[in-house]
């Protein structure tokens, strides 16, 4: 871990100096101490300032921490598999997202009623599209992904899971709210 | 009201508290039966390889909170689940331990050492007895604990602590925390200062939201939810999934042990084990009540406490421990169990919570209206009823409740569990993330939060992966609010002295221990690294 | 005075059945977002999730509450900015978002950029001591102050705040001002000593009839229910109140038949003290008290005004 604790105590004592120097002084509302009402207290950038001062000195305990001279690799290949995997779930977040609307504009260009996705939410079928998309794409492609292969089978039990977490979760709760329909 | 009533009517509010539903004409205590529900889930979560406890709690929580609503008729059925999964899950993290060599979470590896040893000579049963015993014993003798001393913990800091020791005593536990987690004081206090840093954009008292970058998103500050699912399940998922990708040439076929001979537990060998059971409960209480030393060690101290016995008084041609000595189970399931009630004690008496099971309690009680972890719970007020204790003895009360349910049908229970250690792990996880997602959309309906989940969990990958534990950060993000105002009280109350932390010796010796536990850590970091 | 404020509420009740006619076939488009600028749980939440629920079973709508907490509500009306205005948006909050939180400017926004609906109810902000201390009127708190150290005295809002420092300034005493979180926040402070004194709006009540707490001075532009010989704040020179309203405000240029329907179905709930939100608001704050149109509009005009001049006040 020798060279990864070097790059981690450097990273967190460069970050800690952007915080100290640029991010907390130009982004607060008020200084370290501030003056109101004839009584001094303590302002907005205190705690914040705080916090990078820590993140300082553990980055430099780091790098005085006793280091062992067996370098472990740290290899590409698993972020790259992990990135894999973000880009599943990012992308199923985004179906669950635009779905809904999306498809509501091909209907409406197919000359369906034009109306909003808005005043539609709480309505069948219209209100389980996004998350019902969303939610296959996210396990069966993180399953599919991981497997290394498609089967019908993921797909099955990506659709079964959703489904049931549909029934589990809409069906009796009657103020929750599926994604995206709460962000309308 | 006297503190004997008060007990009477926390056990009320449990019992007679609204019914669940009538069974012959009888009304079932609606708290009652959600301890029950929780434990069960909890034994099934806790031998799932790849779930624990805390996640469950975590995805629980947010659906639980929308059923029952925020008032404060909710918090005992809410907190009963809870406290029921919390306790099912240290027992059921026993069972793939045992039968396939694959600890259901961290802390149940060490009973691997002498559990699967056990199976592979067919007593497969008999260490899910001995596992069952020491784990219900260790915990019962825990809330036990848990029951004396938080009330007098309440009261010595609300009788010595002003706003400034109160201060020192937040800085002393996240140092803590930062010290002893993960065995790098040095990633700790990162892994701190991220949380910190999280918890503080948004916030402020001036009008503008702080490091907020201008932003709208970022204005309101991260939720509590998102933060924290995002770095501990979500984070989670991710790393297990490449850990699967590790795997995935290895071949997963297991081989089947059959049991035989007798598996009862006889007298004697109960006999033989409880003294080891009666040493390991109390290193995990002990270990318990400090703020952020986890079930792990416990574990690990409970079972070289146990070695280190059993070499003095092995029986003849009894196996060693590591070799299948029902002993070595006993030890670290008596240890890794008692850990859960007196971790409480910090939670109730301070509001401060000591490890992940913990932080959900007081997510749970910070939802919920009408009770506020900290020092004003234990007033033992005459004149008007002081509901919040009322509370605290009925939450003890569900306490027991779910003892009595490990202690009865928990062992059925590990037994049945056995069929979840063959829920494939591919399918599984990315489930497990869908539910999360929902779980925080339905506490904060809105995308943003979803992204900041995923974002969140990432940072949660990242830390796993370079070996810097995300707990400090998780109890980081939920005190850092605190700190910051208990700091700012200080500061005001005082009238402005910029000194107020050394005003008084408690607060010194608090900040005084901060600093020791760092440096301590550190020493001990150097002198391991140079004899490895 | 009980009976008076009953009669006010009848006199209002029927003020809006004036303009119901204008209300009447007004139904929401689509399902609804009540914003709640308080965190989950707590009295305040409680009260709007109760309105919500009733407003469900006598209309039919479909209304999904939603916490936006933060900043006194100043985060909730920032929500509005942008939200649809077809009534199918709109939030509970307090008055003091729109007064002395768009005040100074910082927010960018003044209450033009919102649509009041209707009032809940009128907070009943007291300045609180604990009777252990032994101060009876607001005369032994001051002589206290007096005698020795400067005392520490809570305070849940900056505009609480700022009028707390005015109190303190007449008197000719000094004074530790401290922020607290909310009313709870404040009451265990009291309890435990961290604290000597501080405004409270509603949550002493179960305190004060217990004698565990002493009201000493009454926050609002009325007497106090539970102490009616307690000053007032123009009594001890300050002239400022506390008037506080717990309030429903939409985004800006909201739909006028909304706005008129929504006050009326939501001042009918309030002022019932049949249902929860009618009889939770009666056991905390003395009743519902549902103003709206016109005289709540003059209510936000000259509070925002005199927001402004308190603010100028504090900071000489």
């Known amino acids: 871990m020798y060279r990864l604790n070097i790059y981690i105590g450097s990273g967190a004592v460069l970050f800690a100096l952007v915080g100290l120097f640029l991010w907390v002084p130009q982004d607060t509302g008020t200084g370290l101490v501030v003056q109101v009402r004839r009584q001094v207290t303590i302002g907005d950038a205190f705690a914040p300032t705080i916090a990078f001062s820590l993140m300082a000195i553990g980055g430099a305990l780091l790098l005085i921490e006793q280091r062992q001279h067996t370098s472990i690799k740290v290899p590409l290949a698993p972020f790259l598999h992990t990135a894999a995997l973000v880009a599943v779930i990012a992308f199923g977040l985004l179906l669950m997202r635009h779905a809904g609307p999306g498809l509501l504009f091909v209907a409406e260009g197919f000359g369906g009623t034009d109306t909003e996705y808005r005043l539609l939410r709480e309505t069948f079928p219209w209100k389980y599209i996004g998350y019902f998309l969303g939610g296959v794409t996210m396990i069966g492609g993180m399953a599919s992904l991981s497997a290394g292969r498609l089967q019908a089978r993921t797909a099955l039990i990506a659709v079964a899971v959703t489904m049931g977490l549909i029934a589990l979760v809409d069906v009796p709760f009657d103020d929750l709210l599926l994604p995206p329909n709460g962000d309308y | 009201m006297q503190p004997l009533e008060y007990i009477l009517a926390g056990m009320q509010a449990v019992i007679f508290g609204p019914a669940a539903f009538e069974l012959l004409g009888v009304p079932i205590p609606l708290t009652l039966v959600m301890v029950f529900a929780g434990v069960v889930t909890g034994i099934l979560v806790g031998a799932t390889p790849g779930l624990a406890g805390p996640m469950a709690m975590a995805i629980s929580l947010p659906i639980l909170i929308s059923f029952f609503g925020y008032n404060v008729e909710a918090l005992l059925p809410v907190l009963g689940f809870l406290i029921g999964i919390m306790k099912g899950a240290t027992l059921g993290g026993a069972v793939p331990a045992i039968l396939f060599n694959t600890p259901g979470t961290p802390d149940a590896y060490m009973t691997t050492l002498d559990g699967y040893p056990l199976t592979q000579r067919g007593q497969s049963r008999k260490a899910l007895k001995v596992a069952h015993l020491s784990s219900v014993s260790g915990d019962t003798f825990s809330d036990i604990a848990l029951f004396v001393c938080a009330p007098f913990v ?261 037994r049945a569990a056995t069929v979840m250690v063959r829920v494939p792990k591919r399918t599984l996880l990315p489930v497990v993330l869908l539910l999360t997602f929902t779980a925080v959309y339905a506490q904060e309906p809105s995308m943003e939060s979803l992204w900041f989940t995923l974002g969140f969990g990432i940072l949660g990958y990242l830390m796993r992966k370079v070996d810097m534990s995300p707990l400090p950060f998780v109890i980081a993000f939920v005190l850092g609010g605190s700190l910051e105002n208990s700091a700012r009280q200080a500061f005001s109350a005082t009238g402005g002295d910029p000194y107020f932390l050394f005003s008084s010796w408690i607060s010194i010796i608090f900040l005084a221990g901060s600093v020791v536990t760092v440096v301590l850590a550190l020493r001990q970091k150097r002198t391991n690294s140079t004899r490895a | 005075m009980k009976k008076f404020l009953a009669f006010g509420a009848i006199a209002l009740g029927y003020s809006i059945a004036a303009t119901a006619s204008l209300a009447e076939d007004w139904t929401p488009p689509g399902p609804i ?74 927010a960018d926004m003044t209450p033009d950029d919102v649509t009041p609906i209707v009032t809940t109810t009128l907070a009943e902000v007291a300045f609180v001591v604990p009777a252990s201390k032994g101060w009876k009127t607001f005369d032994d708190f001051v002589a206290a102050a007096k005698a020795g150290a400067p005392l ?35 009451l265990n402070a009291l309890y435990a000593g961290d604290l000597d004194a501080g405004f409270v709006a509603g949550a002493h009540s179960k305190g004060v009839k217990a004698g565990e707490l002493v009201e000493l001075v009454s926050g609002m532009s009325r007497k106090l229910s539970l102490t009616p010989d307690a000053p007032l704040l123009g009594d001890l020179g300050v002239p400022y109140n506390l008037d506080i309203y717990f309030m429903y405000f939409g985004p800006k240029g909201m739909d006028g038949a909304a706005q008129a329907t929504l006050a009326q179905s939501i001042s009918e709930i309030v002022l019932d003290e049949s249902t929860k939100a009618g009889a939770l608001l009666k056991a905390n704050f003395g009743g519902g008290e549902a103003i709206s149109g016109e005289e709540l509009q003059a209510f936000i005009d000259s509070s925002f005004a005199s927001a402004k001049e308190l603010m100028q006040a504090a900071s000489e």
């Open chain 3, 152 to 186: 520490r005295v809570g305070a849940i809002t900056p505009k609480i705040a700022d009028v707390t420092y005015l109190m303190g300034k007449e008197a000719g005493i000094d004074m530790n001002i401290t922020m607290v979180k909310g009313g709870r926040g404040m």
């Open chain 2, 154 to 414: 309440a009261l010595m800091v609300e009788r010595h602590l002003d706003f400034p020791e109160k201060t020192a005593l937040l800085i002393l536990s996240l140092s803590f925390i930062a010290a002893v987690i993960g065995g790098s004081p040095g990633k700790g206090l990162i892994s701190v200062a991220l949380g910190l840093i999280a918890v503080f954009i948004g916030g402020g008292e001036d009008f503008y939201p702080r490091l907020s970058l201008g932003t709208d998103a970022l204005a309101g500050g991260f939720s509590i939810m998102t933060a924290i699912l995002g770095v501990l399940i979500v984070g989670a998922v991710l790393k297990e999934y490449e850990d699967l990708w590790h795997r995935s040439n290895l071949s997963g076929a297991r081989e089947r042990i059959v049991d035989h001979g007798d598996q009862r537990l006889t007298r004697a060998e109960v006999l033989r084990i409880a003294p080891y059971i009666g040493q390991s409960s109390l290193v995990g209480t002990i270990i318990g009540a400090l703020p952020g030393i986890g079930t792990t060690l416990a574990a690990a101290l409970g079972y070289q406490l146990g070695r280190a016995r059993y070499v003095r008084r092995r029986p003849e041609g009894a196996p060693a421990f590591g070799e299948g000595a029902i002993e070595g189970v006993a030890a670290t399931e008596a240890a890794n169990s008692s850990v859960s009630g007196s971790n409480l004690i910090p939670v109730l008496g301070l509001g401060i919570p000591g490890n992940a099971a913990a932080v959900f309690i007081i997510l749970a009680t910070d939802s919920i209206g009408g009770f506020t972890p900290g020092p004003s719970v234990f007033r033992f007020s005459e004149s008007v009823v002081n509901t919040e204790l009322v509370l605290v003895f009925g939450l003890f009360t569900a306490m027991l409740f779910a003892n009595l349910v490990n202690w009865t049908f928990g062992g059925a229970f590990m």
């Open chain 3, 33 to 106: 977002t009540m914003h709640i600028a308080f965190p989950p749980g707590g009295g305040s939440d409680s009260q709007a999730r109760l309105i919500a629920e009733e407003l469900e079973t006598r209309y039919g709508w479909t209304i999904t509450p939603q916490n936006t907490p933060g900043k006194a509500g100043l985060i909730m009306a920032k929500e509005m900015q942008g939200a649809p205005a077809d009534g199918t948006v709109f939030g509970i909050g307090i008055s003091e978002a729109l007064d002395y939180g768009m005040a100074d400017g910082t």
